[in-house]
């Protein structure tokens, strides 16, 4: 059963930074694509990055651009979310989640298999 918990949420100021983690589990990742999504209050979910598993080709959206980072490590089974010069817009849940290889639409959250749980990030200003 294919597992994403992601971790390392929590309470940031204006300007502050913070990682997180998601650790996959159930499967082999192979050319699957990982991404990170996030929700606020009364939003739709919002991509933010993906990263292909076997490969590391990287997505991003344009809302996060020079200030997050996705890498992943594969001995680990874990993909990261690097957030910098957060502000306090970046609220929001925050989720990971996997595509099977070869599904179009690696942007669109309907087209990913597998979610985690989600992570709360606050940012204070």
């Known amino acids: 059963q294919v597992q994403l918990v992601e971790s390392g949420g929590g309470l940031v100021q204006a300007g502050g930074s913070l990682r997180l983690s998601c650790a996959a589990s159930?499967?082999?990742?192979?050319?699957?694509?990982i991404g990170w999504f996030r929700q606020a209050p009364g939003k739709e979910r919002e991509f933010l990055a993906s990263?292909?598993?076997?490969?590391?080709?990287?997505a991003f959206a344009d809302s996060v651009k020079g200030r997050f980072t996705i890498s992943r490590d594969n001995a680990k089974n874990t993909v990261y979310l690097q957030m910098n010069s957060l502000k306090p817009e970046d609220t929001a849940v925050y989720y990971c989640?996997?595509?099977?290889?070869?599904?179009?639409?690696?942007?669109?959250?309907?087209?990913?298999?597998?979610w985690g749980q989600g992570t709360q990030v606050t940012v204070s200003s």
């Open positions: 159930g499967r082999t990742f192979s050319n699957y694509r």
């Open positions: 989640a996997a595509k099977k290889p070869g599904a179009p639409g690696s942007t669109v959250a309907t087209s990913y298999d597998y």
């Open positions: 990263v292909n598993w076997s490969y590391g080709f990287t």
